[in-house]
């Protein structure tokens, strides 16, 4: 079982602003930084957002990270009908050299 | 750009080894973390370890007595052992590079992935 908690579901409508939240602990997400992965049915995951906050080239400014103590959240604004899919938080446990972990994931559904 | 592929038996039988490859095409294997996780049917992503260019590596504690990832410079290519498997071994298998500094804490994400390859463990 993940140590890293996400809800099982999130939806909205066309345009809505959806948000994901990644609960952790001081030893992983209150130590290192989150990581957020998509994954679109059927595919294999895609990196969204790294160090917290950052977005790897391509990826649209619709999503967008934050992080505070040993919680981390992912915001979709403009919500559109591609963004159906899975979303997973990642990060270590204690440090690089000791556990990944991934989040519980979440289905976000556009209505 | 860089891209991955796993490759490997479909169908592994109980108590056997569980091996996959994954080569690196369109870019350098050396200088980089390379990382394998996995995906049973209807579940989320798990990671199984990390291996660096130079041979370093990093299990997860559960799967540690059973899992060696090993690397091959020369023919561009990283590979997961996993031995007596069991039926819980079943998943999508993926391997990515991980972008990460271990020695400064920097975790830039697995920002390239293979598609995947189905692993059943039956008899």
């Known amino acids: ?111 | 750009q860089v891209q991955l592929q796993e490759s490997g038996p479909g169908l592994v039988k109980p108590s056997e080894t569980l091996s996959l490859t994954c080569t690196v095409s369109g870019g350098p294997l050396t200088g980089y973390y390379w990382t394998w996780i996995r995906q049973p049917p209807g579940k989320g992503l798990a990671w199984i370890g990390y291996i660096f260019s130079s041979g370093i590596t990093n299990y997860h504690p559960s799967l540690k007595s059973r899992v060696t990832i090993s690397v091959d410079t020369s023919k561009n290519q990283f590979s997961l052992k996993l031995s007596s498997v069991t039926a819980a071994d079943t998943a999508v298998y993926y391997c990515a590079r991980l972008d990460i500094v271990v020695g400064e804490g920097q975790d830039y994400g697995m920002d390239v992935w293979g598609r995947g390859t189905t692993v059943t463990v039956s008899s």
């Open chain 1, 1 to 111: 079982q993940s140590v890293l908690t996400q809800p099982p579901s999130a939806s909205g409508t066309p345009g809505q602003r959806v948000t994901i939240s990644c609960s952790g602990s001081s030893s992983n997400i209150g130590s290192n930084s989150v990581n957020w992965y998509q994954q679109l049915p059927g595919t294999a995951p895609k990196l969204l957002i790294h160090t917290d906050n950052q977005r790897p080239s391509g990826v649209p400014d619709r999503f967008s990270g934050s992080k505070s103590g040993t919680s981390a959240s992912l915001a979709i604004s403009g919500l559109q009908s591609e963004d159906e899919a899975y979303y997973y938080c990642a990060t270590w446990h204690d440090s690089l050299s000791g556990l990944h972990v991934f989040g519980t994931g979440t289905k976000v559904t556009v209505l």
